[in-house]
């Protein structure tokens, strides 16, 4: 059973940083691609930012581009996303997310408030 445990969301003023932490477990991490995706309320779920098996080839939405940086520590299991810049719009919960065959698995996400 795949398992995604978020953390790192919280209230940050616009402009701040976070740095989400997704601690991964019972699969094999580093042959999969990962990703982060954010919901807002009353908004349909989607994509911040995607990683590949390797770590070395980043993808991000438009939006998040210059301000968010991806990255993996396979040896931990891990998947991060730093948030520089933040701002009020990017009030969300973030997801962690790989996809296994057909099947999507999810963590139960982090809340990342942005407000003064």
């Known amino acids: 059973q795949v398992m995604f445990v978020e953390s790192g969301g919280g209230l940050v003023q616009p402009g701040g940083s976070l740095r989400l932490s997704c601690a991964a477990s019972?699969?094999?991490?580093?042959?999969?691609?990962m990703g982060w995706f954010r919901q807002a309320p009353g908004r349909v779920r989607e994509v911040v930012a995607t990683?590949?098996?390797?770590?070395?080839?980043?993808w991000y939405a438009d939006s998040h581009k210059g301000r968010f940086s991806i990255s993996r520590d396979d040896t931990k299991m891990m998947l991060y996303l730093q948030m520089n810049n933040l701002k009020p719009e990017d009030t969300a919960v973030y997801y962690c997310?790989?996809?296994?065959?057909?099947?999507?698995?999810w963590g139960q996400g982090t809340r990342v408030t942005v407000s003064s």
């Open positions: 990683v590949d098996s390797g770590g070395n080839v980043p």
């Open positions: 997310h790989t996809l296994l065959g057909f099947q999507d698995h």
């Open positions: 019972d699969f094999n991490f580093r042959v999969n691609a």
